[in-house]
């Protein structure tokens, strides 16, 4: 038993340090682009397009990952577009968690009517298959930054709702929470210090996992041109353009592939990794 | 049958969705500093008793008919806020579940000491003084470093302690203890009991005990209600029920109830003819309660 959950906190260790890492990389690369990128994500060149990364025959010193065929640096749009993927996962990210976790709070906790018109409209919202539904949204409040965040939040505060709700149901039905209420609390006050606390880990892991998620919407929505305008570099774009030479210059959609897998995977790792710390038999 | 500290009148609940009688023309009066027994086989309604009085029925559950008298003050009459100080004020609940009873995530000082501040208008100070002062007599030793761990850090028997303590710090009047010893095994149990029953002398504490065991009211009640299906069918003191039940469901019960040699044996089945009786004195009951409805 002690064993086994020793065996648990180390492996939620690793899981959390290496995920954690990584997104600090990113987060760096986003706070200081304009300082560490080598060079102007926007700058072409044609005489150094499709320039091979460092260790094979005909690299260019400087160009540490290529470039792409109108001879921008890949490594320098990678770091800038790290700018658009943690804005949208921050702002779209925190956004949905709120939203999200306060209806299915509420459906949890008092449930009767409000549960059931919250219930109702998770169930309506679910139908919609949810990419599709972006795309529509988009198209009729316009592409943009603030368009995609938007959309992220109209659509996903659902999957947040839902697990809160069931999660609060559950704690609901605790022993503790009957004896605040007997102990002459109010609902809210139970519902904010009693119930809240141990949903909270359940919350944290949805709002890393969702983060993930919303990188990844957007780079779905940069790749099919609905995002933020062109020439701003994001690793959606990057993935778009990069599919075009795939046969000349495989890198320059490798690369943005890589980096968007590694920070989806690692958002939801550090979710779950965060919700074994936090979770106070765990702990 | 009055001016006792709890007093419930004909007090029926029924299920919302099918109008079926939960309780039925429940009648229990609880003296100043008593101990009463409730005893029931399981969903007998022994807890529905229990959460009606403190206000926490689940939502499938409604009060129909009836009175709760809490000092003389009818707790369904009230309205909900002043219901809530009153209860809040007087009165505590020992839970059957020790491990759900307590808040995973709150150390247990806190949960002790913030009902005294937050609703009673203790200083944070006194509280923890008084917190333990509980603990204490709980007999937990090192109680103050008992109050900066979590739930999860202490065992079954160390939450139930800690339970009973938190449920005498503000010195109410009335405890209901919901079967607080059945979650617990049979050594720790004995302690549990003994812990109890001596608090509730200490503080002349009226203490309506559910509890499913006999044996336990023999040793700890003064007086005792059987309940079954929701009706109370034997309302009597301890002595004379040990010594001869009125109403055959009781006799059965205690036939079936070995002088305690075997924990296990306490399980035997009342006999079917009893049960069949019974049922159709409940059958009968609720026949009459429609038409006077
Ligand atoms: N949440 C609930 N919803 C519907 N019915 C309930 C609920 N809780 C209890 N009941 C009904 O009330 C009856 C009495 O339950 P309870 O008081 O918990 O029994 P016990 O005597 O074992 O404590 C049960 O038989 C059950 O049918
Ligand atoms: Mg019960």
Redesign the pocket.
Known sequence: MLDGRGAVKRRAGARLWLSGLWLAIVALAAVFAPLIAPHDPLMQDLLYGRLPPFWMAGAEPGYLLGTDSLGRDVLSRLIHGARIALIVALVAGIGTCLIGSTLGLIAGYYRGWADRIISRLVDIWMAFPPILFAILLIAVIGTGLTSVIVAIVVIDWTRFCRVVRAETLNQSQMDYVHSARIAGFTRMKTMLSEILPNVLPTIVALLSLEMGIAVIVEAILSFVNLSISTDQPTWGGMIAEGRLSIHQAWWVLVFPLITLFLTVLSFAQFGEGLKDRFDPVLR | MSGGYLTIRNLSAV?RDTGER?LRSVDIDLQPGTIRGLV?E???????IGKAVLGVL?K??KVVEGEILIDGQDLLKLKDADRRRLIGASTALIPQDPLTALNPSHRIGPQITNRLVDILGWTRRAAEVRALEVLEEVQIADAARVMRQYPHELSGGMRQRILIASAFAAEPKLIIADEPTTALDVTVQKQILKLISNLQARHGTALLF?THDLGVVAKICDSLSV?YG?KVVEDTDVASFFNGPHHAYGRALLAATPRHTDPDASLLPVPDDVIAAVRAELGEADRQWVRHD
């Open positions: 299920l939960v029931g399981s969903g007998a309604g022994k807890s529905m689940p499938a559950l559910v309940l929701g």
